[in-house]
């Protein structure tokens, strides 16, 4: 209580004189007195300060931070992975070569036995009529006079083949791949097998397969953190679409499909392109940037060939980085099969092996990584993700991880850094993108990426959007 002495002097100091009732209501009411004091009056009675506002007390701000409600939280991930890639294996022989090649051989050769009814190569008669094999491309060339000769082997021999460059199916020979396998249908003369037909193993349409809950997922690949053309301000754009948007609000799984950091040694000078010199701080770096993505979005991370597993496929799943630290990334391997709620199969495969696959066949030479799907509808119906030996240097196992042997409903990739969607027999075929700019290489050589866009997929309905967060 401040005495009342004191307020009659302060009053008096001003010039201005206070009733006595006045006074004793500021007694109790000091914080009222400067305001009282401000009243331009001489006298100052009792019912003048009641006028008065009283200041409101400052009461604590108490904030409670709410957690967002969203539909993908509604419904418990159900997610089952098949790594496919043998990790028990630590030391390799040439005896592996032969039966991971026995292996394609066979996996492939039953596929393509729904489709012809072959006989042994050694079985090949020279009686007129037309006669149906299976094989391993061995070689192909073309011959001084413009045709297409190929070797054929299977497990009993050999056989060179011939298309003539006059035949129908000529343009069909030039997209043969050396050790691919395939199906041929010809007359055998003189040691000679003339073609008239090529088959490759492809598959019947699929049922179409839906989720019978509301929910979402995307498909982004190629993020290169650590690059000097990492675009950072676009992937924060994304990762903050994914917190705060209505859009974003049924997103329950996100599939990343390898090159997640730059990397380092990947190419001849590539230090001069590095914004982070350190894998494991582009890791790192990674790591504090996908933790943001709430926990309710469970991320299935797979790696790519900037990755720090090494080139050679099929590549482990990137467990001896800071990625493993996140509570809901699935770390898984490079190719993999992922089954959503026991019903909804997706492959992932980075696509090194593309790149090979453009170089040879000549339809996609000019067309390949503006449409990125183009070169996966090609190993799709040659249900083999690296027809060719060369293309990614595949490590031998006991047996071929890469060969296509369950259709999925969803086949995902990256690695050109173009965007696409295609439909096939029911299949959706998903390349993704970057978050990564042109390249000074990619300048060079012609190819103009598509980055910061998402695939966003309902998988209740199959239908799909692409997102451009350059655009937004
Ligand atoms: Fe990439
Ligand atoms: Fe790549």
Not at 86 to 112: C, P, V
Not at 198 to 213: G, M, S, T
Not at 320 to 325: A, H, P
Not at 368 to 386: A, D, F, I, T
């Amino acid at each position: 209580m401040v005495p009342r002495k004191e307020i009659v002097s302060k009053f008096f100091s001003k010039g201005k004189f206070i009733t006595p009732d006045a006074i004793e209501y500021l007694e109790k009411e000091p914080s009222l007195i400067e305001l009282a004091l401000s009243l331009e009056k001489t006298v100052i009675k009792v019912e003048d300060i009641k006028k008065l506002k009283k200041p409101e007390e400052e009461k604590p701000i108490l904030i409670i931070k709410k957690e967002r409600e969203v539909p993908a939280k509604e419904y418990e991930e159900e997610i089952e992975v098949e790594n496919l890639c043998d990790f028990s294996m630590k030391e390799r022989k040439a005896k592996d070569f032969n039966s991971y090649f026995i292996s394609r051989l066979q996996n492939i050769q039953e596929m393509l036995m729904k489709r012809i009814n072959p006989i042994s190569i050694s079985n090949l008669r020279e009686n007129g009529e037309i006669q149906s094999i299976i094989g391993i491309v061995y070689e192909k060339r073309i011959s001084p006079a413009g045709n297409i000769i190929f070797t054929l082997e299977d497990f009993s021999g050999f056989v060179k083949c011939i298309v003539n460059k006059e035949s129908e199916i000529f343009k069909h020979a030039q997209d043969i791949l050396e050790d691919e396998v395939i199906g041929v249908k010809g007359i055998y003369k003189n040691n000679f097998l003339f073609v008239n037909e090529i088959i490759h193993p492809d598959f019947p349409a699929k049922e179409k397969v839906y989720l019978d809950i509301p929910i979402d997922a995307i498909f982004i690949s190629d993020l290169h953190i650590g690059s000097i053309d990492f675009l950072d301000d676009i992937f924060l754009k994304f990762l903050d679409w994914l917190k705060t948007s209505k859009e974003a609000e049924k997103v329950k799984f996100i599939f990343i499909c390898g090159d997640i950091v730059d990397g380092v040694g990947i190419y001849p000078g590539q230090e001069k392109d590095l914004r982070i010199k350190d894998i494991y701080k582009q890791y790192d770096k990674a790591r504090d940037l996908l933790a943001e993505i709430p926990d309710y979005i469970k991320l299935v991370i797979a790696p790519g060939n900037h990755d720090i597993v090494g080139i050679p496929e099929p590549q482990p799943p990137l467990k001896d980085t800071s990625l493993s630290e996140l509570p809901n990334a699935i770390l898984v391997s490079n190719p993999c099969y992922v089954k959503l709620y026991n019903k909804l199969k997706i492959l992932m495969y980075h696509g090194y092996s593309y790149d090979g696959i453009i170089q040879s066949i000549p339809s996609l030479r000019k067309v390949g990584y503006q449409n990125p799907s183009l070169p996966m509808l090609e190993v799709l119906k040659r249900r083999h993700l690296s027809p060719r030996m060369d293309d990614t240097m595949i490590i031998p196992h006991t047996q071929d991880y890469l060969v296509i042997k369950e259709v999925p409903d969803i086949f995902h990739s990256g690695h050109l850094h173009t965007t696409s969607v295609m439909n096939y027999k029911h299949v959706t075929l998903i390349n993704s993108g970057t978050f990564q700019a042109q390249t000074e290489y990619q300048k060079m050589l012609g190819h103009i990426p598509h980055p910061g866009i998402i695939t966003l997929m309902n998988l209740q309905t199959r239908k799909v959007k692409l997102i451009n967060f350059c655009k937004i």
